[in-house]
């Protein structure tokens, strides 16, 4: 059941001291209403026994975008309210002149309500900052590219001492950047960074990350970023990274990587990371469980590529956008659908409830909702069970929701926009709400930077934040307790100063009934020397699958040999024990390992994605050592298409170059299941060798349907990257319709730029080419080299806005004059008008769904529409169909390519490596273009989706296809 909670909120009367801070009056706006200036009534609903208070609003502070809280109970908030100014007028919104804040919030006479708010520091170098961890008198704020460390050394609340313990980070003034810190259970501090790289770090002992993609944009320091880049462990990591750091600045190691933008991860008390990640706005987000060294499959496996290169025919969505059909790729988790992921936090208490203990929040401030799970074991992973909206502002926690445009203020329930979700040391819930009516693309519409904090409490309980002194053991064992994450690490910290003589106090811990205070136990033991590492090998024999892997995990931090262990635990019972066994055989030397390993694959059940993944990263380099081995193990000298399960599964993840003929064989087979077949072909197609692309050639060429043309699809694909150099491509026939058409456009091309040539000719060859697809690009491609007569400007703008490619519709407007192009548009006024949403379907299908997707209906070219009136408003939906540029999704910022044969082509940037780049147009063609033909390629600012004008939209049509977007095509089946 879930209870509904009205809270109501009048406007602020603010006093002018608040507006001291280098703020002037924002004029009113006509289109979107100042955060300050309307009624701030919140339904919020949330399980019956438990009940939410307002706790702190603004002007005690602004614009919450993180939130932890300290040994004394309190909460500190970083605050963004200089947020993207290179986006938003700061002449216009609250701004402090003198940098970003960080504040300090406290209830001082428990009436369970903050009544006391300061500035702990303000700093110009904090911009925007997406993180905060208060750790004993240490501040650590994850500001990009800076993680800084503010000391207060005499405990007045103000900062005595700051250092950038690290720097280096992609993502300055951008949402991707660096993310808050966590101290784990080991004492050692986790945290993460988004995918606006490149991420180039040094640690304090020298070792250097290096980790990058393709991504560029969303901010102007966004501007060079590369895949395919390697660290000092000679791997290569990409996109968003999950760190671990000794919290003296050495250690850094890779936990994880190929996130997009993962908001936050937190370590629970066995030692497992947990995440969410956001997506490319196609109804893609998730929440999953961080295996150690996991591929999150965003990127191309090196970050050359985005994964709409990769999307292979008659895959979903999905699939392809984390790579879940690659080998190499982890489980992608739960699918909660579009939104915009944010604070997560494991609840290890039962403060609350014996129900809530173990359960995994995550915030969604896309989705005006905190979601819960019960994660479980499943193999050797996890399952994170049922999803459900644990608080939400939405008249219904059903994700199937509707929405109903009569409902009472049904944008303003949308603005609850939960940007953290942090646990009390008293065991209440927190939740920080950045109030506006938009959220992601580096906008922000609530003018006076409003923000609020919620308390979560069991109904009719009051909880009171304990006294902990941390000079008493009885203090210490109760900050070791505690459910606050940065809280229980000061405990951790003074019981592991006291060494051996607290390994029999801590012991005692092992039969605690909190089953997260036992694992803790067993993390701190090992560090506790002899005594304690002996109580932990006792662990690894524990009837408690998770305690078992814990103590394991604890022993190879703390052991110079972890062999002797893996040994032992190599034939365990549980599944999840042997893949955290074969993690930590990853980085050690094969010749040392191969023995422990085989049994690791004996027992493999030929279904666990979890442990295969773990299993191709410890062989990575030696699959061609192993492949005969596990051949004669599992595949018992019969043909391959006779193969068992573990061998099949074996094959297509290791994929050496010795599987070939095994692959084709399965392949070409018509006994075997589509599906086994086409597995068969993504394994040849993962082998980097000309062996494996001369046997993909010779499948596109046989009668075999389904097969032979995913052989060619697969060819045309690897043409663009891995394969560029194995192959004769110009002996292949690959893009030839296009090739043909663009033949005929430069016949045409060379007649216009003939001087020699009649004008009467010209023009007619200047009009015939505004009007092609193909030849609208080479026109466009002329102007921006300023290459096209004067005397052709009319004749091609009468023509080029009337393409019938969207894209050269939209880019033309960079280099000619439009008709009608100073139309402008009121939102105010459309938003009143009386909207047909079968009107607006027609319109979509007509003048949208050649890119988009809405259900069934359209193509995911752009971004997918079917669940984004669960996102935004009616206010907000027009406003990026009116300024599509104002705000680009990232992933589909266009590209203009010229080439040295006079060709010219716009589309989405798709991959680029030192070999090539692709991009594909808006008809979803893609073109693999040489980098050594490139004379010219430039990031447009300009949106590919057309504005209005350009898509010969009216204001009613507008409002009609709003209508549609926002009517039940927002249904989500779990």
């Known amino acids: 059941m879930k209870r509904k909670y009205y809270l109501t909120f009048f406007p602020l009367l603010l006093c002018l001291s608040v507006y001291l801070w280098s703020y002037k009056e924002a004029p009113k706006s006509t289109d979107f209403q100042a955060g300050a200036a309307i009624s701030k009534r919140v339904d919020l609903y949330l399980p019956d026994d438990l009940e939410a208070t307002l706790w702190a609003e603004s002007p005690m502070f602004f614009n919450p975008t993180n939130m932890d809280v300290d040994i004394k109970g309190r909460l500190w908030v970083t605050e963004a309210v200089n947020y993207r100014n290179f986006n938003n007028d700061s002449t216009r919104f609250l701004h402090h002149s003198q940098g970003d804040r960080v504040m300090i919030l406290e209830d001082t006479d428990g009436d369970g309500k903050a009544d006391s708010s300061k500035v702990f520091v303000q700093d110009r170098d904090l911009v925007s900052p997406v993180g905060i961890a208060v750790i004993g008198n240490k501040v650590i704020v994850s500001c990009s590219p800076n993680l800084i460390v503010y000391t207060d050394e005499n405990g007045d609340d103000k900062p005595d001492k700051k250092e950038i313990l690290l720097t280096g980070f992609g993502g300055k003034d951008h949402d991707h950047s660096l993310h808050a810190v966590f101290a784990g259970p080991d004492g050692n501090w986790y945290f993460n960074a988004g995918n606006s ?35 000092d462990d000679g791997k290569v990591w990409v996109g968003g990274v999950a760190l671990r750091i000794n919290p003296d600045g050495t250690g850094l190691k890779v936990m994880g990587h190929n996130f997009r933008n993962s908001y936050e991860i937190i370590p629970d008390s066995y030692g ?22 996991g591929n999150a499959g965003y990127f191309s496996e090196d970050g050359t590529r985005y994964w709409q290169a990769d999307q292979r025919p008659g895959q979903d969505i999905f699939t392809a956008h984390w790579h879940q059909d690659d080998p190499g790729v982890m489980p992608a988790g739960d699918r909660s659908g579009t939104g915009a992921p944010t604070g997560v936090v494991m609840y290890e208490s039962d403060i609350l409830g014996s129900q809530y203990m ?25 399952d994170l069970g049922s999803r459900s909206n644990f608080i939400t502002s939405l008249a219904s926690d059903n994700v199937g929701y509707v929405w109903n445009d009569s409902a009472q203020n049904a944008d303003k329930e949308k603005w609850f926009r939960p940007s953290d979700v942090a646990v009390g040391t008293d065991g209440s819930i927190y939740v920080a709400d950045w109030y506006d009516p938009v959220v992601g693309g580096h906008q922000m519409r609530d003018r006076n930077g409003y923000g609020r904090i919620y308390r979560i409490t069991p109904k009719n309980k009051k909880l009171t934040a304990p006294k902990i002194n ?24 003074k019981l592991k100063e006291r060494g051996e003589a607290a390994a029999e106090t801590v012991t005692a811990l092992l039969s605690d009934n909190n089953r997260y205070i036992r694992a803790r136990a067993v993390w701190l033991l090992s560090q506790l020397g002899p005594k304690g590492r002996a109580e932990v090998e006792k662990m690894l024999a524990n009837p408690d699958t998770q305690i078992r892997a814990a103590a394991y995990r604890a022993l190879q931090q703390t052991t110079t040999d972890i062999l002797p262990y893996a040994k032992k635990l190599a034939g365990d019972t549980a599944a999840f024990v042997r893949r955290e066994v074969a993690i930590s055989l990853r980085d050690l030397p094969y010749e040392k390992t191969k023995e422990v390993l085989l049994e690791l694959v004996k027992r493999f059940d030929g279904e666990d994605r979890w442990y295969l993944e773990t299993l191709g990263a410890d062989l990575k380099g030696h699959e061609s050592d192993i492949y005969p081995v596990i051949l004669k193990l599992f595949g018992e000298n019969k043909p391959s298409i006779k193969w068992n399960k573990q061998m099949t599964a074996l094959a297509w993840r290791l994929h050496p170059v010795e599987a070939v003929n095994d692959l084709v064989a399965r392949a070409e087979n018509a006994t075997l299941p589509v599906v086994e077949r086409r597995a068969a072909l993504t394994a040849l197609a993962f082998v980097n060798h000309k062996t494996a692309a001369d046997a993909m050639a010779a499948l596109s060429t046989k009668k075999l349907g389904d097969v032979s043309d995913q052989a060619s699809y697969w060819l045309s694909f690897r043409q663009g990257n891995d394969w560029y150099n194995l192959l004769d491509w110009s002996k292949l026939n690959i893009n030839t319709r296009y090739e043909r058409k663009l033949a005929q456009m430069k016949v045409k091309q060379q007649v216009i730029l003939d001087a020699d040539q009649s004008i009467y000719e010209r023009r007619s060859r200047a009009r015939e080419m505004a009007a092609d697809s193909v030849g609208g690009q080479l026109l466009i491609g002329l102007a921006a080299e300023k290459k096209l007569p004067q005397s052709l400007m009319p004749i091609i703008q009468e023509k080029i806005f009337q393409n ?28 009143k008008m009386t909207a047909d949403a079968t009107r607006g379907k027609a319109l979509f299908i007509n003048r949208c769904s050649s890119c988009h997707k809405v259900g069934a209906i359209g193509k995911a070219i752009g971004p997918e529409l079917t669940t984004i009136g669960k996102k935004f408003g009616k206010t907000e939906l027009l406003d990026a169909i009116i300024n599509p540029s104002a705000a680009i999704v990232f992933g589909y910022d266009g590209w203009l390519v010229n080439t040295k044969d006079g060709s010219s082509l716009f589309g989405f940037l798709v991959s680029e490596n030192n070999q090539a780049m692709v ?25 590919l989706m057309p504005d209005p004008v350009n898509n010969g939209l009216t204001e009613q049509n507008l409002a009609d296809i709003v209508a549609y977007l926002r009517k039940g095509q927002s249904i989500v089946k779990r």
């Open 272 to 293: 497992n990371l947990w995440q969410n990640d956001n997506d490319d706005q196609v109804v893609t987000c998730r929440t999953t469980w961080l295996m150690e060294g």
């Open 804 to 831: 019938p490619d969207a894209t050269v519709r939209v880019q033309a407007t960079n280099y000619f004059s439009m008709p009608g192009s100073n139309k402008t548009y009121s939102i105010s006024q459309i938003e």
């Open 919 to 943: 991009l594909k147009d808006l008809s979803g063609q893609r073109h693999t273009i040489p980098l050594g033909e490139i004379t010219k390629k430039q990031k447009q600012d300009k949106s």
């Open 470 to 493: 941390l000079s008493t053991a009885e203090g210490q064992l109760l900050a070791f307790k505690n459910p606050a994450i940065n809280v229980r690490n000061l405990g951790f910290e």
């Open 358 to 382: 173990g359960m995994l929040l995550s915030a969604d401030a896309g989705r005006n909702t905190i979601f819960s799970y019960h994660p479980t074991l499943k193999k050797s992973g996890y």
């Open 197 to 231: 790289g490149p991420h180039v770090v040094t640690d304090k002992a020298g070792w250097t990350l290096r980790a990058g993609s393709l991504a560029v944009g969303g901010s102007p320091y966004a501007k060079e970023n590369q895949g395919n880049l390697k660290s």
